[in-house]
Nanobody, 118 residues
Framework: QVQLEESGGDWVQPGGSLRLSCAEV????????IGWFHQAPGKKREAVACISKRDGSTYYSDSAKGRFTISRDNAKTVYLQMNSLKPEDTGGYYC????????????WGKGTLVTVSS
């Protein structure tokens, strides 16, 4: 069974950077878009950055614009470069297919935790 596996979450001080990775493990998934969702403590999960498999076009949430960059390589991995991190970026980051319209029937990873604090 093909799965999405995230990595790269860590603790970082405000203003710092992290790069998250999401790898397709066990095969290849068929999807139109893939990307990252953020779930802050006590809040709903929201799309922050997505990329089209077909043409590489991207979507960014207002909070991510100018700070985060999504990219993918030919080795079935999607990256999220996060710069100028803020405490409100703290939370779980989940990779999912069909971003930003991902639903329960799409493929989701188990998430990686990012903590931004001093």
């Amino acid at each position: 069974q093909v799965q999405l596996e995230e990595s790269g979450g860590d603790w970082v001080q405000p203003g710092g950077s992290l790069r998250l990775s999401c790898a397709e493990v066990g095969g290849r998934l068929d999807y139109i878009g893939i990307g990252w969702f953020h779930q802050a403590p006590g809040k709903k999960r929201e799309a922050v950055a997505c990329i089209s498999k077909r043409d590489g076009s991207t979507y960014y949430s207002d909070s991510a614009k100018g700070r985060f960059t999504i990219s993918r390589d030919n080795a079935k991995t999607v990256y999220l470069q996060m710069n100028s991190l803020k405490p409100e970026d703290t939370g779980g980051y989940y990779c999912a297919t069909e971003c930003p319209y991902s639903g329960p029937s799409d493929h989701w990873g188990k998430g990686t935790l990012v903590t931004v604090s001093s």
